[in-house]
């Protein structure tokens, strides 16, 4: 169903960048530079991200192949017709990816924060 002029293929491959090891980088440097959050929290949490934005990541590149496909399924034979793929693929390279990747950041900010501050609220009126 593809374009004769592709070899009836279209050639997917997977680099350091689709694998997801910048957007790894990112958040986890992200995590290490919030100030005011204990080094042992910042810890226990990267690899908890990290396992999350590896799934996101394995998601990602699951949803690719159905979109690469059906074009050409719909049109075979059509030079373009897996240009679907492409335009997903650049939109969560380009600014997906950041956009999911700064969300999540922000959702953990909260939540260790949440639990940072109840634990200090509990403290201080323990103490009195």
Known sequence: NFPDIQ???????????????????????LILLTPYISKKIKAWSIPIIL???FCLNLLRLVLIYP???SGCKKN???W?????????????FEWGSLIIL????IIW????NKFYFDEKISKNNSEE
Request: glycine share 6%.
């Open 109 to 112: 900010y909260l939540i260790v």
């Open 67 to 69: 979109l690469a496909t």
């Open 80 to 92: 373009g017709c897996d240009v679907r793929w492409e335009i997903f693929h650049d939109f969560v």
């Open 51 to 53: 396992v999350i934005v």
């Open 76 to 78: 075979p034979g059509v």
């Open 102 to 105: 700064t969300i999540m950041w």
């Open 7 to 29: 070899n009836n293929t279209i050639d997917f491959y997977v680099s350091d960048e689709c694998a997801g090891v910048h957007e790894m980088l990112f958040i986890s440097t």
